[in-house]
């Protein structure tokens, strides 16, 4: 079992930059792949970035490549999303996901844990 908390989101300028964490409990968070999905208001979750668990595979999205970057320090059970240059299409409930293999899924049905999610919001 695993257990995903995320930072608190919060309110950015466009063009503005957050850094969002995820923390994990438990002792084998290195044999988790973990991601990034994220849910605008009337619309699906969607796949934001993902990481294998030696930090070695990156995926992103095509609408957030070059502007967010994952990763994660299995030192200390943790992963982030770092999201510069922020657009009001960035407005979302984020939430981490953590997958039972080593390997990064862009599928969120693949994913076996989730965190409760926090809110972002890009405005002027």
């Known amino acids: 079992q695993v257990q995903l908390v995320e930072s608190e989101g919060g309110l950015v300028q466009i063009g503005g930059s957050l850094r969002l964490s995820c923390a994990a409990s438990?002792?084998?968070?290195?044999?988790?792949?973990m991601g990034w999905f994220r849910q605008a208001p009337g619309k699906e979750r969607e796949f934001v970035a993902a990481?294998?668990?030696?930090?070695?595979?990156?995926y992103y999205a095509d609408s957030v490549k070059g502007r967010f970057t994952i990763s994660r320090d299995n030192a200390k059970n943790t992963v982030y999303l770092q999201m510069n240059s922020l657009k009001p299409e960035d407005t979302a409930v984020y939430y981490c996901?953590?997958?039972?293999?080593?390997?990064?899924?862009?599928?969120?049905?693949?994913?076996?844990?989730w965190g409760q999610g926090t809110q972002v919001t890009v405005s002027s």
């Open positions: 996901a953590a997958r039972n293999t080593i390997a990064p899924s862009l599928n969120r049905l693949e994913y076996d844990y």
């Open positions: 438990g002792r084998t968070f290195s044999r988790y792949a």
């Open positions: 990481i294998s668990w030696n930090s070695a595979v990156t």
